[in-house]
């Protein structure tokens, strides 16, 4: 029996929100294809029909790949306060 339980997974490369219309649309389309794409795998199908317990995605978190961008954020903020 498979048993995993509060973990995350990361997820590159993803295309620009704004492809999308919003940061809500991106996630959407994202949840809707990690489902698929997992509850389409054979061995996932049997052992959630051999189970009670059934995984599900809890939520998708954007992050920055790149501290970079934030520094410059943060250095425009710190002009602006002056």
């Known amino acids: 029996m498979l048993l995993t339980e509060d973990f995350a997974v990361v997820v590159t490369d993803l295309p620009d929100y704004r492809d999308y219309g919003s940061v809500k649309e991106l996630k959407a389309m994202l949840w809707n ?28 978190h954007f992050g920055m790949k790149s501290f970079g961008k934030m520094k410059i954020l943060l250095d425009i903020y710190e002009d602006l306060k002056e």
């Open 33 to 60: 294809h990690l489902e698929k794409v997992i509850s389409e795998e054979p061995h996932i199908k049997e052992q959630f029909e051999q189970s009670e317990k059934h995984s599900q995605i809890v939520n998708i």
